[in-house]
Structure formats: C-alpha cells, structure tokens
C-alpha cells in the first residue's frame, strides 16, 4: 500500500493481559514513530526508530512498554501487563530519512483495556 | 465513527468563508513546526509545514504564518468547505525526531 498501515485496528483486551500492535510504515522510509492519542488529547510521542534501532525511547511511560524494528521495516510495540490507563490510540508514523522531515501517520490502534 | 475530543476548543465557520486556527508554542528553541488534520477514527494528515527561517507559507487553500516573537502559529483556510471539518493540531519539533502535538481545535462547517 501507499500509506502507513496498522494492524488491528481494533483490540479489547483484560487487564494484566500482554498485546502486540503492528506498524508498516510506507515503503523505503527509514525512520519510523509511535505516539499515544487520548482521547481529547493530541499524540503524545513514545519511541523513535531510525533503521533498526531505537534511537530515542524517552516517551515510553514504564518498562511494560517495548517495541522493536527487528529489519529496520516492520515494527511491533509491545504492552506487557496492560492496565486500564493504557487505553488509546496508538498511532505509527513514518519518514523517509527523519530529520525534521514530514511525519506520515497511520490510522491507528484503538486499545481498550477492560 | 469516534470522536477526537468531547472538551477541545471549537471554530464553527460559514462554508465559503476562510479559517483561521490559532496555536502557541511554548519552546523558543522550536525550528519547525506542522499542521495536521484528524478527522474521526483516522489518523492525522499532514496539511502543510514550516520552518523557523520562514514567516509565511502557502500550500493549496492553506496558509500557515509563523510569528517567533510570541510564539504563534497560525494556520489559514480559505474558502472552507463541508470536507474541512475537523480537528486540527499544530506540532512543534524542539530537536531530535519526536513531535509535540498541541490540544487541538474542532473546526466545524455550517452549511
């Protein structure tokens, strides 16, 4: 596809359970984001990927949080322990090189957490 | 489909007049700041950026002003149209990669 895509676009899950949230960012860019939207809030930034590594992992809010890039295309974020507060949408963005390019969004995750 | 934000700020406007959407940045050393547009249950979509060697911008239909001094941003939309409504962010980048998105503004197209 042309644009960023994630996968799913829905998931419900009980509390304490572990979930992984999938992003394909568009074809042949190198730097890849994700940010947590609440509602009636703007995204908030979590981690920032650039090729295979996770060059800046400051918004992740406690170690439940992890996301890996494993060939620097795909990348998964992982919750472990899911509470309540984690409900959201998770979105993914991507640009070609970083570097204060244009940020290109997907549509999102949307998590509850029962 | 889901709503945004139940408490963001509103701008209803008549279609056919112009849009103005007002944003305040809070970090002096921001060198570029961006537009988006979320419309229910999607991602946002970038309208149009700008850098801080630049005051003025203009892409189609839209204009973005950068004031530094009082760290304002504005984003301009002329001839507004049904397909406008929205909600719409500004975001600023201070360095490095990440983006801090500001609450939001609901615009709303009265027929």
């Known amino acids: 596809g042309a644009g960023v895509s994630q996968t799913p676009s829905n998931k419900v899950t009980e509390k304490g359970k572990y979930v992984e949230l999938r992003c394909d960012p568009i074809?042949?860019?190198?730097?890849l984001y994700w940010y947590r939207q609440s509602l009636g809030q703007g995204p908030e930034f979590l981690i920032y990927?650039?090729?295979?590594?996770?060059?800046?992992d400051s918004g992740l809010p406690n170690d439940r949080f992890f996301a890996v890039r494993p060939e620097g295309s795909v990348s998964t974020l992982k919750i472990q322990r899911t509470e309540r507060g984690d409900s959201a949408v998770y979105l993914c963005?991507?640009?070609?090189?970083?570097?204060?390019?244009?940020?290109?969004f997907g549509p999102g995750t949307r998590l509850l957490v029962l | 489909g889901e709503s945004v934000g139940l408490h963001l700020p509103t701008l209803s406007v008549q279609e056919g007049d112009n849009s103005i959407i007002n944003c305040a940045y809070s970090?002096?050393?921001?060198?570029?700041f961006i537009w988006y547009k979320q419309e229910s249950g999607k991602g946002p979509q970038f309208i149009i950026d700008?850098?801080?060697?630049?005051d003025k911008r203009q892409g189609q239909r839209v204009t973005v002003l950068l004031n530094k001094t009082v760290k304002h941003l504005s984003l301009q939309i002329a001839a507004t149209q049904p397909g406008d409504s929205a909600v719409y962010f500004c975001?600023?980048?201070?360095?490095?990669?990440?983006?801090?998105f500001g609450t939001g503004t609901r615009l709303t197209i009265i027929p």
């Open positions: 970090n002096s050393a921001s060198d570029y």
């Open positions: 975001a600023e980048n201070v360095g490095g990669e990440k983006l801090t």
């Open positions: 990927f650039q090729g295979t590594g996770a060059a800046d």
């Open positions: 963005a991507s640009s070609f090189q970083g570097a204060k390019e244009t940020q290109y």
């Open positions: 700008i850098r801080s060697n630049m």
């Open positions: 074809s042949g860019h190198t730097a």
